[in-house]
Structure formats: C-alpha cells, structure tokens
C-alpha cells in the first residue's frame, strides 16, 4: 500500500465528514488519525477532543464505542507528551 500524506485539516474534515455516517467512512478515518496522531499537535488533539466530547450522535451503534476509544488514545497521547517533557 502506497503512503499518501493529507494536510491535518483535511484529516479533519474527513474526521467531521464521518464522525455521523452509518458506513465505513468512520473506520477508515479513524484507522487514519491514529496513524497520524503523534504529527498532530496538542491544540488539534484537543479539538478532536471536543468534537467527540460534544457529538450527540454517532453512526452505527458500536461506533460510539470507536470513537471513544479514540479519545482516550488523544488523552493518552497528550498526558504522554505532557509528562515528557
């Protein structure tokens, strides 16, 4: 598989694009955000965040699951960083 490198922005829209979707989409972004997350610095973490924090609705029924998952991996990478310094 060949590596292709996305702008954080654009991972993020991808992240906002599926954080609702009852399909693949939220799998494949997450996949991709947690490949990426030691390039993403402490303030888009913490956006990721919130946006998770604040989500009201998620797509398939274990995808809150997935998402949450996610957070704590942020949570642990940003208390990572700040304790290695």
Do not use: Q
């Not at 955000?33 to 303030?43: F, G, R, S, V």
């Not at 924090?53 to 995808?63: I, P, S, V």
Request: proline share 1%; net charge positive.
């Amino acid at each position: 598989m060949k590596k292709v490198e996305v702008h954080k922005d654009v991972l993020f829209f991808a992240f906002k694009y599926a954080i609702k979707r009852k399909s693949y989409a939220p799998k494949i972004v997450m996949t991709n955000i947690m490949y990426n997350l030691k390039e993403l610095d402490n303030l888009d973490l913490k956006r990721y965040i919130k946006e998770i924090e604040e989500c009201k609705e998620f797509g398939f029924n274990n995808d809150k699951e997935l998402w949450e998952s996610l957070k704590k991996e942020m949570y642990r990478e940003l208390s990572f960083r700040k304790h290695s310094h």
